[in-house]
């Protein structure tokens, strides 16, 4: 099950639909703070997340999930970093794509972490 994590609704909505067209079981969070209570009652295989939220950012919700949940993958959505920005920022099993996302770019790298989470 993915875990999608974004603040703006349409957003959100279209990258659910998107991802459960292609035969994905998705739960939506709209913020870090939701995520975090989500991650307390369900296991999760992969966490879509955008930087840019209130509550709780992206990188806070990255930070909090290295400490409890370090072996759940990460893709951080955001129009804020480049990818040569945010290989500094970001260690581990978290990946990186800009916004706005390419739809076949988002699939292709959810079925990627889907079969090889490490």
């Known amino acids: ?5 974004e603040d703006e609704a349409p957003a959100r909505y279209a990258f659910a639909q998107i991802l459960r067209n292609h035969g994905h ?6 913020d870090g703070q939701e ?8 296991d999760f295989g992969l966490v879509i997340t ?12 990255v ?3 290295r400490v409890k949940w370090p072996n759940i993958p990460i893709l951080l959505l955001t129009a804020y970093l480049s990818p040569n920005s945010s290989r500094a920022l970001l260690r581990g099993n978290v990946e990186f794509i800009p916004k706005p996302v390419d739809s076949n770019e988002l ?6 972490l889907a079969t090889n989470p490490s």
């Open 107 to 112: 699939i292709a790298r959810v079925e990627r």
């Open 50 to 61: 955008d930087l840019a939220m209130p509550k709780v950012t992206g990188f806070g919700l």
């Open 63 to 65: 930070a909090q999930m």
């Open 1 to 5: 099950m993915i875990l999608l994590v």
């Open 25 to 30: 079981e998705v739960m939506e969070a709209a």
């Open 35 to 42: 995520a975090l209570k989500l991650l307390e009652q369900y």
